[in-house]
């Protein structure tokens, strides 16, 4: 008898049953599993694995988009051009300066208010959440604009109000000491998204640990760093992690700000701004692809140094460590 089949001996020929291979049921959830993921593999393939292949490719041609067919297979001649390029050293510094200054605030700024507006004595949380997170849903660009209008020197709301209390009115968007922290005010319009996710780890922290605090005499600064922090610290550590890609990406905001100008004294001529220049105002585009790359292994180097030391700072209820 087949190694599939079982019968009973003397048993009729029609009850005899067939027993399914074990790794059938596997194959066929596996099989359906590709059939419905078949729309995001076939997404990725077309929207961003080959364009990457097609980029990382571009990077040894020297390749117009004005003339195409003049493309040249020149090697690592891009590279080369790259390690002597002072312009692309101006803007590593340039976003470096501004990730010191935004990247602080991008964390701290959101887990103030989430601490603020999970407290039990605090009246109208629900109002207060939404009024902070209403500005996320703004399109950026019309918010640039907004802040544009505020921060401007002679007619804006934030230099009236200065005024008013007799402080020093600075020149935000024209100066090259203010412009960093008029940049990293405008983002902290868009903290909603991360102050949510802080208002949701900080709900899940077990009530027992702060009536345990309490009970020891803690106060709430104690309870906060002791407790809320190290119990939330997976949620800050992915904060970290998406803001410090975003800032090696900063684009929107001084290319919209200074008209892609690099204004003042190339002050906002961030790594993402010169490459946008380098592709679609001087047509370079295997120059370009060479920029690109580069951001690409910073940023995953970065982010590698951050996950190297999250073991020493970010604690998971349920890990051994």
Same mark, same amino acid.
């Given at each position: ?42 997404? !990725? ?11 990382? $490719?571009?990077? !040894? ?12 297979? @020149? ?15 101006? &803007? /590593? %510094? *340039? ?7 935004? /990247? #602080?605030?991008?964390?701290?700024? #959101? ?5 603020? %507006? ?13 009024? =902070?997170?209403? #500005? ?7 918010? *640039? ?13 934030? +230099? ?14 024209? &100066? ?19 102050? /949510? ?14 009536? $345990? ?5 803690? +106060? &709430?600064?104690?309870?906060? &760093?002791?407790?809320?922090? #190290?119990?939330?610290?997976?949620? @800050? ?5 998406? $803001? ?11 290319? *919209? /700000? ?11 001529? =961030? ?8 592709? !679609? ?14 951001? !690409? ?16 700072? *970010? ?7």
């Amino acid at each position: 008898m087949n190694a599939d089949t079982e019968a009973a001996p003397g048993a009729p020929a029609s009850r005899v049953k067939v027993r399914r291979r074990p790794h059938t049921r596997s194959s066929y959830d596996r099989r359906w599993g590709l059939i419905f993921l078949s729309p995001w593999l076939i997404g !990725f393939v077309l929207w961003y694995l080959l364009p990457m292949v097609a980029s990382l $490719a571009f990077s !040894f041609f020297r390749f117009n988009l004005i003339r195409p067919e003049d493309a040249r297979f @020149i090697g690592l001649t891009n590279y080369a051009r790259l390690l002597n390029d002072s312009a692309v050293v101006h &803007s /590593l %510094l *340039v976003t470096l300066k501004y990730a010191l200054v935004a /990247l #602080p605030l991008a964390v701290a700024v #959101p887990l103030a208010f989430a601490w603020l %507006l999970t407290a039990k004595s605090l009246w109208g949380k629900s109002f207060f959440r939404t009024l =902070f997170y209403l #500005p996320t849903i703004v399109p950026f660009v019309s918010a *640039v604009f907004i802040w544009n209008g505020y921060m401007n020197t002679q007619t804006g709301w934030l +230099n009236r109000m200065l005024g008013a209390a007799r402080v020093p009115q600075p020149d935000w968007l024209n &100066s090259t000491t203010w412009i960093y922290g008029a940049l990293a005010l405008i983002g902290l319009w868009g903290v909603g998204n991360a102050m /949510l996710l802080f208002i949701a780890g900080m709900q899940g922290v077990p009530t027992e640990l702060y009536e $345990a605090a309490e009970v020891d005499g803690a +106060n &709430s600064w104690h309870k906060f &760093s002791k407790i809320t922090v #190290p119990m939330i610290s997976p949620i @800050i550590f992915y904060n970290v992690v998406l $803001a410090l890609i975003a800032l090696f990406q900063y684009f929107l905001v001084p290319y *919209v /700000l200074k008209n892609g100008t690099g204004d003042p004294a190339n002050s906002t001529l =961030f790594y993402s701004m010169y490459f946008f220049k380098t592709v !679609f105002t001087f047509n370079d585009m295997g120059y370009g692809a060479t920029l690109a790359w580069v951001l !690409f292994v910073i940023i995953m180097l970065v982010t590698g140094v951050v996950f190297r030391t999250a073991r020493h700072w *970010v604690h998971y209820e349920y890990q051994e460590r």
